[in-house]
């Protein structure tokens, strides 16, 4: 993997994850094994706060690495707009700021930024589950939904930095009683509304009156049985496998991966596939669906390790 301009350190690659409750930071080889990682907790609602602790943790690798510059790449919860500052990010101290601009400022060198979903799917297509795919979708189904897309390895961002901006679509095809609650974006029944993990507990509430988590709901249903528990991950599968069904009538991909928290439900991996190719377009004629859904190769760890290649393609 090559190095940004100005790295004085060949092959070494910083990638940043930029969340909204930790900032996680990954020095990677150039054959990809790890050399150093750190975790802190992100300032919360502050901007400056922000860059300072981002600037902490490049000035800490830079020391590992014994190197005055490395290529950096940041993931981060928005993309930036034509004018180069930050939008939808729902850590929303971000939005309406040149993080780039000031980053690459402060830290005297260039920085290269993507929205972490793209991170995801990087990671993934580089050296992960959907390595030597032709197109492939990344999901994070976590606290939000969100989504990236590779071509042959290199992400597509697209005129309006929108490519792959899943979770603000409308779930499809709505049953007349199905629930179509707000988002922050402003619209309703957006993907993020109905699979995420708030979402899903969300749910669980409007059907049983249970106040519990998405992991506790999963924990429920797979070891104890609970009925409830169970019917609320069905209602989920059901529609997770129409959401994706439409991705797979407009993008095709070889692959679709999982990531975040949800994505470690091993019941998506089966009932999803089952369910969706009765929304998957087929003209009436009986075909397979051969689009395969997988989970994450890196896990948590992938979207920082899909910043730190943000130096070795095009973005």
């Not at 969100?146 to 709505?174: C, D, F, K, S």
């Not at 007349?176 to 509430?205: I, V």
């Not at 709901?217 to 069904?245: F, K, Y």
């Not at 190719?277 to 979207?303: E, N």
């Amino acid at each position: 993997m090559a190095s940004g301009p100005g790295s004085s350190a060949p092959g070494a690659a910083l990638g940043i994850d930029l969340g909204g409750t930790k900032i996680e930071a990954l020095l990677l080889d150039p054959d990809g094994r790890e050399r150093w990682r750190r975790r802190i907790a992100t300032p919360a609602g502050s901007y400056a706060g922000t860059l300072a602790a981002v600037a902490d943790l490049v000035r800490a690798a830079r020391s590992e690495a014994q190197a005055e510059t490395l290529s950096i790449g940041l993931g981060t919860p928005g993309s930036l707009t034509l004018d180069g500052v930050m939008k939808n990010a729902n850590s929303t101290c971000l939005n309406g700021m040149p993080l780039q601009r000031d980053l690459e400022a402060l830290l005297g060198q260039p920085v290269r930024l993507a929205n972490d979903a793209n991170c995801l799917a990087l990671s993934e297509a580089t050296d992960g589950a959907a390595a030597g795919a032709e197109v492939s979708f990344a999901v994070i189904l976590g606290t939000g939904v969100g989504a990236g897309i590779t071509v042959r390895g290199q992400t597509l961002t697209g005129p309006n930095r929108l490519a792959g901006e899943w979770g603000h679509n409308p779930l499809p095809w709505l049953d007349p009683h199905e629930p179509c609650p707000a988002c922050y974006c402003g619209q309703r029944g957006c993907n993020e509304t109905l699979l995420s993990g708030p979402a899903l507990a969300a749910d669980h509430q409007r059907e049983t009156g249970q106040a519990l988590t998405a992991p506790e709901i999963h924990q429920r249903a797979s070891e104890e049985g609970d009925a409830d528990c169970a019917a609320t991950l069905e209602r989920h599968a059901n529609r997770l496998a129409r959401a994706l069904a439409a991705i797979i009538n407009v993008l095709d991909p070889d692959v679709i991966v999982l990531a975040g928290g949800l994505s470690n439900m091993p019941h998506l991996y089966t009932r999803v596939p089952a369910l969706w190719a009765q929304w998957v377009f087929s003209g009436g004629v009986r075909d397979a669906v051969r689009t395969r859904l997988v989970p994450s190769r890196h896990g948590d760890a992938s979207g920082v390790r899909g910043a730190a290649w943000l130096w070795s393609t095009s973005v």
